[in-house]
């Protein structure tokens, strides 16, 4: 896609968030729009840039350290996410490189991130990923350990969590697995909600998202 029709798509999702955000009653800037750019090169994220976008998401620690770093060097209003899983052998990689991490799933992971925040002095802000469908094939925390999970990470590590992500099986209505992330973020006293990608990110916004992950409706389906 050339970037002329990613920038058109751009200004066309913005202005979508922003109607939302009034139908909502919300205050103009509640929803942050993440362009996911994994997998693609720097020349079609640049001219995104130049439009103001500051928000970019990644899935693998190595691709957006190889791609990012020297121009989040030079542009300071760039935040990076982490949106693929962590691997814990990549958490001091990802401490370089990304501004937030939405993908924390289990306890050997935040004890990981913990340990790095003790040496470094300062923390990314994290989103715990939950497993809203219970699916085995993926990644993410069961909502009956949640509570229990949070509890923990608030007791003995000092992590930024912020709030709650998830993504919803394909089969099932993705508005009920909003809805009930943003019921247990309600009972755990966090803020942000991270769902929503190309498909259903209006449906994610109207459930309370605070940040959706836009790619393939921004930059076109990948090659």
Not at 53 to 61: A, D, I, L, S, T
Not at 131 to 153: C, D, M, R, W, Y
Not at 172 to 194: C, I, M, Q, R, V
């Amino acid at each position: 896609m050339n970037s002329g029709k990613s920038i058109s798509n751009l200004e066309i999702i913005k202005n979508q968030i922003a109607e939302l955000e009034m139908d909502a009653g919300q205050k103009k800037g509640s929803v942050k729009l993440i362009a996911v750019s994994k997998t693609k090169p720097m020349d079609q994220i640049k001219p995104v840039i130049g439009e103001g976008q500051c928000h970019f998401g990644e899935n693998k620690v190595q691709e957006a350290v190889l791609k990012w770093q020297e121009l989040k060097e030079k542009n300071k209003t760039i935040d990076l996410h982490l949106l693929g899983p962590l691997q814990s052998n990549k958490v001091k990689k990802a401490f370089g490189i990304f501004d937030y991490i939405h993908s924390l799933d289990r306890n050997s992971l935040a004890e990981k991130i913990s340990d790095e925040v003790q040496k470094r002095g300062f923390c990314p802000k994290i989103f715990i990923q939950v497993n809203t469908g219970l699916e085995q094939q993926k990644a993410g925390i069961e909502p009956e350990s949640l509570h229990e999970f949070i509890k923990t990470i608030r007791k003995f590590m000092d992590l930024n969590i912020v709030g709650l992500m998830c993504i919803p099986p394909i089969k099932d209505l993705p508005e009920t697995h909003f809805k009930f992330l943003k019921k247990l973020a309600d009972e755990n006293g966090l803020s942000e909600l991270s769902m929503g990608m190309s498909s259903d990110y209006k449906a994610a916004i109207k459930s309370g998202a605070t940040y959706i992950r836009v790619g393939t409706a921004i930059f076109g389906s990948r090659q």
